[in-house]
T-cell receptor
Framework: DAGVIQSPRHEVTEMGQEVTLRCKPISGHNSLFWYRQTMMRGLELLIYFNNNVPIDDSGMPEDRFSAKMPNASFSTLKIQPSEPRDSAVYFC?????????????FGEGSRLTVL | DAKTTQPPSMDCAEGRAANLPCNHSTISGNEYVYWYRQIHSQGPQYIIHGLKNNETNEMASLIITEDRKSSTLILPHATLRDTAVYYCIVRSSNRDDKIIFGKGTRLHILP
């Protein structure tokens, strides 16, 4: 399997623009997580899905952020409008739950810079 | 909030065993202890996990105290490539359980 695939790997945009980050989880995994990482705040959980249904979005910073999972093989995280403080690395991760190993697989991340 | 406490940083000489502690005093009976590491700007990588017995795999060993309130990750022969941030987390296998990462321990392997 190719692992968790995220795109784009790098995005530079201007304040006010819409940003869409994409994630393809590992085939067969039924839970998907979106994290944001910054030096100041570390690795923050934004939202997670189980069987394509959002379970907890309490980590989403504000209404400018939204996430969808229309099917088991695709998820998006959208920021509209973007602001400089949204600059961070956004990670997507997937896992099979329940599972014996409980191993969470991460993508390589999308590095977002908002000017 | 993370349910674990770890020292912010540690040093270890190359070739020696690196022992990384983690406190999880509020762990529940159905919660597992997991360890991940993050090398530079890559996504975190799974290392090992356990419930109450000690565990060993090709990467590391996990020692969990009898009361399960703390654990230690052991890298038996640390190399420079083990320099990373190590995260200890606790979670159940419940499908609705959050996976929360704390600040982790930044391990520096010294040549």
């Amino acid at each position: 399997d190719a692992g968790v695939i995220q795109s784009p790997r790098h995005e530079v945009t201007e304040m006010g623009q819409e940003v869409t980050l994409r994630c393809k989880p590992i085939s067969g995994h039924n839970s998907l997580f979106w994290y944001r990482q910054t030096m100041m705040r570390g690795l923050e959980l934004l939202i997670y899905f189980n069987n394509n249904v959002p379970i907890d979005d309490s980590g989403m910073p504000e209404d400018r952020f939204s996430a969808k999972m229309p099917n088991a093989s695709f998820s998006t995280l959208k920021i509209q409008p973007s602001e400089p403080r949204d600059s961070a690395v956004y990670f997507c991760a997937s896992i099979m739950t329940p599972a014996n190993t409980g191993e969470l697989f991460f993508g390589e991340g999308s590095r977002l810079t908002v000017l | 909030d993370a349910k674990t406490t770890q020292p912010p940083s540690m040093d270890c000489a190359e070739g020696r065993a690196a022992n990384l502690p983690c406190n999880h005093s509020t762990i529940s009976g159905n919660e597992y202890v997991y360890w991940y590491r993050q090398i530079h700007s890559q996504g975190p990588q799974y290392i090992i996990h356990g419930l109450k017995n000690n565990e060993t795999n090709e990467m590391a060993s996990l020692i969990i105290t009898e009361d399960r309130k703390s654990s230690t990750l052991i890298l038996p022969h640390a190399t420079l490539r083990d320099t990373a941030v190590y995260y200890c987390i606790v979670r159940s296998s419940n499908r609705d359980d959050k996976i929360i990462f704390g600040k982790g321990t930044r391990l520096h392997i010294l040549p």
